[in-house]
């Protein structure tokens, strides 16, 4: 199973943008789904996760700028990012857990995991 996630590119510090993580192949709506990142020389970092009952949860680090989404019809995970700093530059991922596991950096915790797109926030 390929999640493939889309919607990165150059935004200017302060803009938003909006991605997008289809997966198809699996029992969608019975997975939680998780955005994690990896800036340039760092290590994975977890930012969000939306729980198959629909329950959310974000990092410190992007706490009242971005939130997921999911739309179980379309096999669809979705992370609005609004007010972009700098720092939030980095590879974005989604994956996807059977067992709900939550905030883990851990790649043994995700059964599924997309092939990432590039966010740049810069002037």
């Known amino acids: 199973v390929q999640l493939q996630a889309c919607g990165g590119g150059l935004v200017q510090p302060g803009g938003s943008l909006r991605l997008s993580c289809a997966a198809p192949?699996?029992?969608?709506?019975?997975?939680?789904m998780s955005w994690l990142r990896q800036a340039p020389g760092k290590g994975v970092e977890w930012i969000s996760d939306?729980?198959?009952?629909?329950?959310?949860a974000y990092a410190d680090s992007v706490k009242g700028r971005f939130t997921i989404s999911r739309d179980n019809a379309k096999n669809t995970v979705y992370l609005q990012m609004n007010s972009l700093k700098p720092e939030d530059t980095a590879v974005y991922f989604c994956a996807a857990d059977r067992y709900g596991v939550g905030a883990s950096e851990s790649v043994y915790d995700y059964d599924y995991w997309g092939q990432g797109t590039l966010v740049t926030v810069s002037s």
């Open positions: 192949g699996f029992r969608f709506s019975s997975f939680a």
């Open positions: 939306i729980m198959n009952d629909d329950k959310t």
